[in-house]
């Protein structure tokens, strides 16, 4: 892979910045990386372990002279390191994000930027529950997809920073921002709220001691616990700028779950049957497009057999 | 591992009974087991694959003569099943099931039984989406939670029965049913139907193609769907057999859910932030409690680090 960029900066060392700094350094597609965390205890274990290859004290100091600047903080922060970065951009360059929304992110940045350098905004599809400049690692974006909204930006941009994101291992999708906001509140936001709920739940429950919980949640609830142990303060500023998309799906499960409700009330078992029957054909879709395989897991990993589903 | 049993039988031949095939050989718990499944092709299966010592071609003749016979038809077949084999049963003899609730199972079964024959109720938590008598392994019972519920049976046959599941790999505790039923509604019941629910949700919404669901479905719904893949029937069984209990946990996760949704809407990120920095704390004591591990790996298995949290 040649080289794509100068310079390229990462803002918020942690968990995607982190994994691209390994995934950039493995595939040759900067000649320097820098990096800046608000966190001095982040900047301070990002220097130990190297992960950049000069960690900054500001987020200007970064940014300045960089070709591509990637904004990976919460989206409730982007707007103000916008702002902070503004005066040093270099006539020309790109900054992008890797906000989980778009729509919010691209209002909050874009006024703050300065003319002649494009903002391109982006969300890679990949992740786990863990966070901080420790827990990345390259092969994170491999395979996965990474949606990338143009913004208005020049061709010869938008086609740079696809090659830097396939360079990482990604699939490359362009998308407008407000549909990225939609298909995301489905597919992920508002199934992190649903767990976090879930999760708050059983540990408020008096009858239900918490050790209970934990020793008898295999499966179902597992799972839930896995994305509830997200980082809060991503998931508080993703709800709260992709608050409509959320609270429309949001409204909609409760009427489906309503629904359900009233057929296990009323012991309607032909409605449940029919509905469970329904949402098989959804994860075997799931399987034959490749973003998971058949294999019985339940969130276990280790690759055995030994999965954990029950009821 | 010594001989329990000398003729253990095993009524319907899914994924639980067919481990527990696999996991009776491979430690030597018992001398024979003979096997039963309603469907003529599972039979058919059972036989290619040599599952049981002899698959017999009705409930009353698998039964016939064992020390053990395990229920592992859904919740609501164990009335019927028990019916069919009462009047074969051997004086003396363990009836147990593996059923997801407890109490509606002992109320369906225990009138049916003859005087001599205990029934001790269990629910192994284990298990996988995959169902049916190829869908076993030996291991899957390894270092999970196998709960029973005593029922009044002597000492001697809860001992050699809770012997049994350990030889199987599993950890045993003993349950009152009601209890049973109210922490598996909060571990395992409501979170099913909340991510069936949410499957179903994401599948009817018009302006999300189903092949932009499938997609981008990273993290979070992947491990939803892999949950609404679970078997229709037995799923719609376990909902109307523990109906208090889940309706119960509904309205309690109803009420939060609105407590969040509200926060959303009025952009209380404190209260949002509060809420989701608590729900950490329960899945670091489920890694603790060893029912998972710290590992990055949102279902994706393998045993890669390239696991697949987004958001």
């Not at 960029?5 to 942690?14: P, Q, S």
């Not at 000069?54 to 960089?66: F, H, K, L, M």
């Not at 992920?188 to 540990?203: C, E, F, K, N, W």
């Not at 239900?208 to 609830?221: C, L, R, W």
Request: charged share 20%; with cysteine; net charge negative.
């Amino acid at each position: 892979m040649s080289r794509l960029y100068d310079r390229v900066a990462l803002i918020g060392l942690g968990l995607i910045a982190s994994s691209m700094a390994h995934a950039i350094r493995q595939a040759g597609l900067a000649g320097e990386v820098a990096g800046y965390d608000i966190d001095a205890g982040h900047r301070e274990t990002a220097r130990e372990i190297g992960l950049c290859d000069v960690i900054c004290d500001s987020a200007a100091e970064a940014a300045q002279g960089a070709d591509l600047v990637m904004l990976c903080v919460p989206v409730g922060a982007m707007g103000a390191v916008a702002e902070d970065i503004a005066p040093v951009l270099k006539p020309g360059a790109t900054v992008s994000d890797t906000g989980s929304v778009k729509r919010a992110v691209i209002d909050a940045v874009v006024p703050a930027l300065p003319d002649g350098v494009h903002f391109i905004a982006g969300h890679p599809l990949a992740g786990t529950e863990q966070s901080g400049p420790r827990a990345g690692f390259a092969a994170l974006f491999s395979g996965r997809w990474c949606i990338l909204v143009p913004n208005g930006a020049p061709q010869a941009a938008q086609d740079r920073l696809a090659a830097f994101w396939t360079g990482m291992g990604a699939h490359v999708d362009w998308m407008d921002a407000d549909h990225h906001d939609l298909v995301l509140a489905v597919t992920s936001h508002t199934p992190h709220l649903i767990a976090y709920t879930m999760v708050g739940v059983a540990d408020d429950l008096g009858r239900v001691t918490d050790s209970e919980v934990v020793k008898y949640s295999a499966a179902g609830f597992r799972d839930f616990t896995r994305i509830a142990a997200s980082d809060p303060t991503m998931w508080r500023d993703v709800f709260l700028s992709n608050k409509e998309a959320t609270l429309e799906i949001l409204g909609r499960f409760t009427e489906e779950l309503f629904a359900l409700q009233r057929a296990i009330r009323t012991g309607d078992g032909q409605q449940l049957h029919d509905y469970f029957t329904r949402t098989r054909a959804i994860r075997r879709g799931i399987i034959e497009a490749g973003q998971d395989t058949a294999a019985p897991d339940f969130g276990r990993g280790g690759g055995t057999k030994a999965g954990g589903g029950n009821a």
